[in-house]
């Protein structure tokens, strides 16, 4: 018991200090959330929790509403929120480690899948991609113990394999293809074949279909918009090879640092530096070789690449190389399992691994002032993007112009606009675009018209304004409403110590006022 209890706390004391190292760096080195705006976009759908979106399932809209219905609209909380994500998917290995009997591999296996670019890097990045890093893992988890446990036990785990399965495609409908590996997995060994027999996969299809049909139902009454935008993303052009390339290298590009890190261990185990790095490509191509057909573990870690490389190839999709944010999820386990398993582990290397985990949080975190002072000083143009400011700075412009008439919503170039939601008055209502057309008609705001709104056109740096044509749309439908359309625009700069460069940006706000209609 006391040893479980020491593992416990070391597993928490990492993931602690995970969180705490990766919060910290981006706090130094960021002085705003993603250039894409993507992040004020998951707040936007966020205000809504409803069934689905324009674009994408419900879930990170969800996740993203209720955190900051509890914490501060600040970017802090938002890379908090990011790594938690990413270190709850981190226990799922742990837990998945410990399901398959596995447990002395399953620390290591989580370090070294936090030194991965999608469980460092990437993750602060919270988007529909990023929140499959944390479910990804707890569904195999159930599937695990859906398949090992019998009577009760098997039953609840089938439950909750199902909730989680459907949880998983309200992220992405990208976890089809995980969960279509699941079931080819099961298929190629005999325990998961024996289960295949069983009623626990249909208790789990039923419990699965149950909790997605109010999203069906959602999809219904908005005519399919999630799947016509998924439809919208492919090309019409062939096969992009280009992309294919990209995602078919994914496992070493995304996972470089902890492959050359496991692999390099186990070729200098017992070895001289000399003898280890001749011998460091046998053991690089043992840690992704599967042993035999009915190796459980490869099938798990390489199918949901494999599949959706087989997509691309086919012309199914077009391939996107964030879709690989996810699918690394067992790929540290395969390689720790292959290489013990040819010559066995060392006490020593799962202390390295530690050491260099730990090595890796404190890199990252003595690295961010000088990737913030890189930043400064070659006019980064996400650095300078000053959306706080300029929240203030538009909000209180309205207040002077107009003291007796509370602006209620916010439109414009989406979701850039959603700044002034996230940043300034956090009961504004923002809207996509316009809020009489699509997409903003998908989760309407009743009552518009009656109420004081703002179309926003960000126009970017003074020096070299973004061409865009925002203006010139949010104009021609507040003329058919019988709007002025007469514009002001404020300037905007980030200012104090980290920004040595002055870069103004450019703001075009347009008004709704309910007085002004014919």
Known sequence: MFKNNTKNLGLWATLGLYLLAWVLAHGVSDTNLDAYADMLENYAWGQHLGWGSAKHPPLFAWITGIW???????????????????????????????????????????????????????????????????????????????????????????????????????????????????FLTSISFQEGRAWLLTPRPWLTLLVFFLGLLPHWQWLQNHDFVTLHYISEQGSDEGVNWRMVSKFAIAPIGYWLVPWLLCTFLFASQGR??????????????????????????????????????????????ELSIPWAIPIGCGFTLLWL??????????????????????????????????????????????????????AGVILQTWKDKH????????????????LLAFYGDHQLEV???????????????????????????????????????????MQAWLQAKGQPAQPWTVTVKSEGMRFPIDMPFSYMAFEYLPSKRP
């Open 68 to 182: 900051f219905a509890l914490f501060p609209t600040i970017d802090t909380s938002y890379h908090v929120l990011s790594y938690l994500n990413a270190a709850l998917g981190l226990l799922g290995v742990y837990r998945f480690a410990q399901a398959i009997g596995r447990d002395e591999l399953a620390l290591p296996a989580v370090l070294l899948l936090g030194m991965s670019f999608p469980y460092s890097t990437l993750a602060v990045k919270f988007n529909a991609n990023a929140v499959l890093l944390s479910v990804w893992p707890w569904v195999a988890v159930a599937w695990a113990n859906s398949i090992r446990w019998q009577g009760r036990a098997g039953l609840i785990w089938s439950v909750l394999l199902g909730l989680l399965a459907g949880l998983s495609m309200l992220g992405k409908y990208y976890s089809g293809v995980f969960l279509l590996a699941l």
């Open 431 to 473: 809207i996509p675009e316009v809020p009489d057309q699509f997409p903003a008609t998908v989760t309407p705001f009743n009552g518009w018209e009656s109420r004081a709104g703002l179309l926003l056109c960000p126009l970017g740096p003074t020096q070299r304004e973004t061409p865009t044509d925002c203006p010139q749309r």
């Open 337 to 390: 399992r292959n290489l013990s398993q040819a010559q066995g582990i060392s006490s020593a290397i799962p202390r390295t691994i530690h050491a260099s985990f730990l090595a890796w949080l404190a890199l990252i975190v003595c690295v961010s002032p000088f990737y913030a002072w890189y930043q400064a000083t070659h006019g980064t143009e996400n650095h300078y993007l000053p959306r706080r400011e300029a």
């Open 403 to 418: 003291p007796d008439v509370p602006l209620e919503w916010v439109g414009g170039q989406w979701a850039e606009s959603a």
């Open 272 to 317: 001289s530096w000399l003898q280890a790095l001749g011998a460091w490509p046998a053991q690089m191509w043992a840690s992704w070789r599967p042993q035999g057909w009915q190796d459980s573990l490869f099938w798990f870690a390489m199918l949901p690449w494999a599949i959706t490389l087989t997509f691309g190839i086919t012309g199914f999709v």
